[in-house]
């Protein structure tokens, strides 16, 4: 799978996707991760992407053609197969694990990072023509660009490619996990208090300890 990431701040993302399971996922040739730059296609001499919004407002605005230029580059200028642009926005509906299934099919993903006040709605309408778009909005929170949703999008498709977390089964979400987890050791003692792990998960009965999960 290659994974294209558009945007304006390629060290926002470089460090979180160079570490652990992700780092070694790169390594191992099981996903490759590339940057481009809309910067890198203006029509300026000096890099500016971003212009006034038209009807007034606060902020700038990503122009459209520069991030365009970036993903059909990304795309290698033509139509691909099994490629897909994702499209971060607030009030689109949210990315969860059936949508990082569904993306997980693909071969190119191209994430669009927008900034300021967002990116020229046409731009998204001229890209419709080169590649299937979806939309997310990843948690209900606005962030100040699209590279941290980018980055949770990355990750949760990346880990559902085979091998990259060594078995199908430590994807927990394809399993019963819970959301309360313990190891050893068995008794904790902090300030003469002792905090026990519950007392199920000692039994080695795995329905039981299926049932106690599948309830917490």
Sequence with gaps: MKLHIITLFEEACEAYLSASILGRARKG??????????????DNAWGKVDERPYGGGPGMVMQAMPVVRAVT??????????????????????????????????????????????IDERAK??????APVKEYAVGEAVYTGGELPAMAVVDAVTRRLPGVLGKDASVEERRIASAAVYTRPETILYKKKKYKIPAVLKTGHHAKIDSWRSKK
């Excluded at 040739?29 to 203006?42: E, H, L, T």
């Design 73 to 118: 580059k990304a795309l290698g200028g033509k139509k691909k197969e099994k490629s897909v642009i994702v499209w971060f926005s607030p009030s689109a509906k949210q990315f969860t694990n059936k949508e990082a299934d569904r993306l997980a099919r693909y071969h190119d993903i191209v994430l669009v990072c927008g900034r300021y006040e967002g």
């Design 125 to 130: 309408k001229i890209l419709k023509t080169v």
């Design 29 to 42: 040739k099981k996903v490759s991760i590339a940057y481009r730059n809309p910067r890198d296609f203006v």
